[in-house]
Every structure is written in structure tokens, then in C-alpha cells.
């Protein structure tokens, strides 16, 4: 029988490492135990091996949870303005992309190695690959056992994420607890994750795969359990269906059976802006084909697949009639398609859903029902939007709950 510790993490992913390391340097004994071989792994593979860690402009609003509310406690604690700091502080060069998106400029190890320096400085333990067999309430202490033994704590953080990427060991053992102690858990599903298509959808588009469009996309509806929501993202045509960030963003709103709806032109950037009525409108593209008009904002094999659907094609615009016109501009402004299903967790980059935000404290991530049992990371039903804002709930939750680890 080990000595007892001041907190057990179970789990070494982004979040448990993070509050691990900060609950050390805070004066406390901590543990982090973990079954993988290697820690780190869904860091590692993330941004294309380059980690997109925050967001410049993570907010509230960028946030999925059936408690709009409760991540707004933990975000204002500790915004991405201080990760970045503590990126900075370890000398990691990084960039900006799309939308604030900030990224390595080498690779993701960076900060696994900015996390476990941080878990030396606190001098807490790490032990892998360790199977933890049982978790148990005695009093104001808990009991830990593992294939390796028995320890006790004061606390238990619960930080093993979500079912997304099974091949690196993702598990549901977060959600196993909160049930086996009587937390409720919003039924997880695939978030973040490309959308399958019938064939019937997608027969007349296979010659279209590999073109990338700006488009404005929209999913879900006010009666669904997350809401709605409208991206200006980039699209991806494959010979399965549709991909790229729009449908990924679309996904976490999408509900089995409800179509999805893409402005082709809603995205579309111009000096002084763009106006989509002055296109279908303007009498200079009178002895213009239909196509060719099309193809001044989508591409070209785009334009003509529209043209096409409508039996457009080779038509000048003055021939075409008002109604005509008005059905073509539905097409492209207002295309509506019904997914299959999603890809599945193999293909997830997050979960949505998870331990109930009702039965957490949204300023310490602990238990309301047991104290000294917090839950943080992809385990609480708070899903962020594509773009490193996973990562900050990763970092503001683990936080939160380090603070609350050291009263």
C-alpha cells in the first residue's frame, strides 16, 4: 500500500496532464495513471501532426452543451491568451490559419513536451501503461485499484476523454464511473466527423471529387438538442459525398434524418463585397452562357454541373426565364441534402454528449453528488467547433479543477 495522494488522474491525455501539472506546482502530490503505452497519442496526431492547440478567439459561443452556460466559468479562468503565454514561455514558434486556428510550426511533440515539463516541474508521478481494475468511495478518501495496485487519494479526476479514435485506445471509462456513481451521461456520439451519402445523392458529382469550395453551411434547428448553426467554411467534394471543415462544423448539429443546407456563394470573399442578386440579376451577362456566368465565382466543373441539373447548359442568360432563373439561384443558394449516417468514431475527432453538466460544479469540474470526484476534458458534455477549441476546454477544465485540487 502506497502512500495517499492529494489527487489520482486517471488518464494522460491533454486535459489530465495539463491539470496534473498545474495541481503539482500548486504544492500537491498528484498521480496520473493511464493505460496506453505511449501518452500523448491523440495530441500527437492532431492538426496534421501539428497540433492546432487554442484558438485566438475561443469563446462561450464556440461551445456544444445542453448547459450553454456551464463552460463559461472555466473559459473566463483561463483563456487561450494564457496557454499561448505558456507556449511561448517554452520557446514553440507557431502560426495563425483560418480563423484564429493556431498551430506548431514543427510538430504536435511540442506539446506533449511542454506537458510532461510542466508535470516534472510539479513533480507529480506518471505511470503507464497501468489498468485501473476499480474505483471506490471510503469516507472522504478513495480507493484506486489498478493491475499494479492499490491507491488512495483525497480526490479522483476523471480525464480519460471520449470514444473517438479507438485504434489509439479511446474508451468510455469516464462515462463507466460517472454511471457507476449515479451521474447521469448524455447519450456520446461521433462529433467532428465526415457524413456518408447514398449513392442516389451523389452519382451525378463523382467527376467532381477533390474540388475545395468556400461555401456558407447550415444544420440543425432551435428543437434539437445543440441548437443550430451556420459556418463560412471551406467544402470538400469527394467520391463519397461532401467532406472538408463545412461538413465537419455541420456535423456536430446534424441529427439522423434532417438534411443539411449549403449557399455555395454564401462564403464567397470579394473586395466590396459580394452580391448574389447582382449576379442573376445583372443585364451585361445577357449573351453570357449559363455556365460561363456560374463559373465567374465556382469552379468551372461546378458551374457546369448546375447549369446541367437545371438543362441550362449552352443556354445564353437572356434566354433563360425569370423562373428559370429563380429555381437555378434556389439550387446554389439553397441546396439541401439528406446524409446517411456519419463516419463513425473511427473517423470522430471528438464526442458529443458525455457526463451531464447538471450534476458538475462548473467552477471546480467536481462531483455535486461525491466530493472529491471531477471530471474534465472530452468526458463532460461540452464539444467544441473545429478549430483548437478542444484543446481549450482541455486546458481551461483541467485548470478549474487544479485550482479547486489545491484548496
Known sequence: MSKAWDAIIIGGGAAGLFCAGVAGQLGKKVLVLDHAEVLGEKIRISGGGRCNFTNLHSSPANFLSLNQHFVKSALARYPSTEFIKLVASYGINYHEKHQGQLFCDDSAKQIIDLLFAECAKGNVAL?????????????DQWTVMTNAGTEKSKAVVMAT??????????????????????????????????LSFTADNFGSLNELAGLSVPVRIASGSKGHRYGACRFNEDL???????????????????????????DWLGAIERPGGFNCDTLFNDEENRLKLVETILASVLPQRLAKAFADQKNLTGRKWAEVSKKDRQSLKELITNWSVK???????KKAEVMLGGVDTKDLDGQTMMSRKHAGLFFIGECVDVTGHLGG??????????FACAQALSI
Do not use: C, M
Open 127 to 139: 505511470r503507464n501503461p497501468v489498468v485501473v481494475q476499480s474505483i471506490q468511495q471510503e469516507g
Open 161 to 194: 476523454g471520449g470514444l473517438p479514435v479507438p485504434a489509439i485506445g479511446a474508451t468510455a471509462y469516464s462515462l463507466d464511473i460517472a454511471k457507476q456513481f449515479g451521474l447521469n451521461v448524455i447519450d456520446p456520439r461521433p462529433a467532428l466527423v465526415p
Open 389 to 398: 477549441h478542444n484543446f481549450q476546454w482541455a486546458w481551461a477544465s483541467g
Open 339 to 345: 446524409p446517411a449516417g456519419t463516419l463513425g468514431w
Open 236 to 262: 470538400l467534394l469527394t467520391h463519397k459525398g461532401l467532406s472538408g471543415p463545412a461538413v465537419l462544423q455541420a456535423s456536430s448539429y446534424w441529427e439522423e434524418g434532417e438534411p443539411i443546407h449549403i
